[in-house]
């Protein structure tokens, strides 16, 4: 199957799930995660109809914007390592994974101007997992009034790694519940409107939670390493 066929799939599910659910698709962007494949399949994906590219390194989002230039939208994803921010703050769009104060620190000192900003929560409290726990986020989002260069345009999350339907939907369900809490406390610097959540296999749950962001990589571009 070509990119262009996978998206195509891609979005008739998308539109599918807004349906049961009410919601309209055009509220929906869909990031390639291009972190496993080579900038040729990544340009495909652009040729295809892509607006949004996500990478999970600092390594692999610089070469690929480099090839492919700032047209599409640049989201970072992964974990990232504090001494890794100066690599990549002037390369991305967006920031997936706040998940520390010292993070927010770096951020905003390197930023030349705003960034946004999505916080990881640790919904399930996995330790394995990155993101914040969710009795940290409320401290957490007062501390980032020190950090003006920090928008807060929503909250991302990873489901659990299992077959369990219930469980992922359970995840998004509470993420959602999560952001809604943020939002209440009318921050103007996090104004929290997204949720970026839903990959290859939870897409569709994750759009009837109410997903504005899905991250999708293997059933999409593929996986060629
Ligand atoms: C790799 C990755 C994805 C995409 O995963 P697929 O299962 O290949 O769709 C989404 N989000 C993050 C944070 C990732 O690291």
Request: charged residues 30%.
């Amino acid at each position: 199957m070509s990119v262009k066929e996978n998206l195509l799939n891609i979005q008739k599910k998308i539109e599918q799930a807004c349906k049961r659910v009410n919601r309209s698709a055009e509220d929906v962007s869909i990031i390639a995660v291009t972190k496993y494949v080579s900038v040729e399949t990544a340009k495909e994906g652009i040729e295809a109809g892509i607006h949004h590219i996500g990478e999970n390194r600092d390594e692999g989002l610089i070469k690929k914007r480099e090839d492919i230039g700032d047209d599409p939208t640049w989201h970072f994803i992964g974990s990232l390592q504090t001494r890794k921010v100066k690599n990549i703050i002037d390369k991305v769009d967006y920031i997936h994974s706040l998940d520390r104060i010292t993070l927010a620190e770096e951020i905003h000192k390197r930023a030349s101007g705003k960034i946004k900003c999505f916080v990881q929560v640790n919904v399930s409290g996995e330790e394995s997992k990155h993101g914040m726990l969710p009795e940290q986020l409320e401290p957490f989002f007062q501390d980032l009034e020190k950090f003006p260069s920090i928008e807060v345009v929503g909250l991302m999350t990873m489901a659990p790694f299992t077959d369990d339907k219930s469980i992922i939907r359970e995840c998004f369900q509470r993420l959602r519940k999560l952001r809604d809490n943020v939002q209440a406390l009318g921050l103007p610097y996090a104004p929290c409107t997204e949720l970026s959540m839903g990959m290859s296999n939870d897409y569709e749950i994750a759009i009837e939670e109410g997903a504005t962001f899905i991250r999708i990589g293997t059933s999409l571009v593929g996986k060629e390493f």
